[in-house]
């Protein structure tokens, strides 16, 4: 403290003077008055030198904490950002080497403890002499300094000649450490470990520091951890889910299948028996035909529910895609119970189509079982509402406007106890094969996930309603796909190029656009059109073409196609979306894209709509 000694010198030579001065005048006058001033007057002069002394200390404890204090802000603001563990242990590494009151040699590192249990895995250093990242990779709870730490949870501090710092490498310059265990309830999840000057002597304070810097880090992996973990739950609660409402429905697909298969081999029968009575085989071809429209809905309901998508959010007219469950739902539930629909809103909404399915599946299959027992009637409504400010608020959502879904029952209802978990995952009071108590904990999961709200109401003996808001956009309703009866509107009579390499594909498109007044060349190969085209490109006004043949495919064919004659309109067909889907086919320039299995009433219509675009009637 050279402060100190200065100032005790100026005080020694003060007091020289004082006192000198002081016993000349007693000497001269005798006054005891005097005398004693004189005592006081030391004693307070004394007692200033000490309180200045302990404000510069002061000073420097209030700097150093201060400095301590905005490491830690900066690690837990940073760790809120999106940045990795990595990255950010090799900034705490950075703050803590850039401390001048902290002991150190400029070398620090992090462990972590990963999947292997009690095994330390080298994480990010600073410094390092370039051995050391090897030979420490990885080192187990009690092995070495940081081993020793990691197992028993208590700093340890060793200087360079210490027996318990056993991994040495050649060229090892004198230093020390302090192994400091990142603790998380009593559990060692890391290590922080740094390279001491040797020689230097373990300081309270700087341990303090330390072990402070790791309880930061412990909360900040711990937080990560579970951000991970409920992100890796939520994933599997939606597949569980999912294969739930799988489940209770595929008994009643099969079922309604079958009915369709029936009902297609008994038309079948009818019109082979009556091959001499047309007007009664195109009755019964006609009965086959809706038959196999019932089998493609329910195709696409099964796809819906299996196709394991990301989330995909598009503007949604929801009325439509209750009307679909209510097809699917009329054929899994019995007769005992009774569907009422009551749709007023033709909204939109921004939502995945999927989970908005699993939403009204999940919601209508509690309500069934909740009316199993006795029937009931299951309601199925649909409204727009307007959120206030101070509705929206005790719900937690944004005022404005939204979609109102309710489904109510009128099944055994539930008693408070109950009504308080049904959204906790795995609360179920089914038995085992019938309920997982994943239902509703998903459903609640796709509503936030929505920006939207669900309630309930319960009263047991009378029933259930459930309400789910999503928020409604502005604007009408996008009209959706249907499937089209054949109005006989869709003629033309211009020269189509058709490739498939299925025949009976190609059979049956040539009949039928045949005998729609147009003119077809049907090819089984992208090869021999494409050979056939280039001879007098003119005499055609269309091409339709499938996208995964053997040797050229589609998108290939209509490439080559477009580069002799680049106004060519194409129609891609394709069964495998995932391959080449609708929105790259139509930036690749192509005209329309056609789900495979399609009807032909919605490949005529498709082909209609495509020539008088070209022709400039749209
Ligand atoms: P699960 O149907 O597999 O049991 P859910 O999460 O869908 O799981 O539902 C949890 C519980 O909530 C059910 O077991 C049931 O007790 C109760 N519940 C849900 N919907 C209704 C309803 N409409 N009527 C009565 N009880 C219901
Ligand atoms: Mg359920």
Redesign the pocket.
Known sequence: MPRHSDDEERWGMMREKIIGLGEKSIRKSYYPELRQKIIELENANRELALEVIERQRGEEEIKRNYEIQTIINSLLKLSLQDISLDELFAITIDKILSLNWLAHQGKAFIFLVEEVPELLVFKAGAGLPGQLPAHCATVPFGSCLCGLAAATGEIQFGGHDDERHTLRYENMQPHGHYAVPILLDQRTIGLICIFLPAGHKRDAREEEFLASIAHTLAGIIQRQRMVLEKAKLEEELRQAAKMEAIGTLAGGIAHDFNNILTAIFGFTELARLDLLHPEKVDKNLNAIYRSTLRAKELVKQILTFSRRSEQQKKPLQLSLLIKECLKLLRCTIPATIEIKQDIRSSGTALADPTQIHQIIM?LCT??Y??MRQNGGLLTLALEDVEMNVEDAGLAGIQPGPYIRLTVA?T????AKE?LSK?FDPY????EIGE???????LVHGIVQGHHGHITVA?EPGKG?AFQVFLPRLPGTPAASATVLEDTGADRGHEHILMVDDEENIVRIAREILEDSGYQVSAHRSGAGALQEFRQQPDQYDLLITDMAMPGMNGVELARQVRERKPSMPVILCSGHSDMVNREQALAMGISAYVDKPYFMSEMLHTIRTVLNRKNGYE
């Open positions: 999940n509690n309500a079982h909740a029952d099944g055994t209802g539930m109950s049904i609360f179920t009071t089914k309920g997982t108590g994943l239902g509703l904990a319960s259930t």
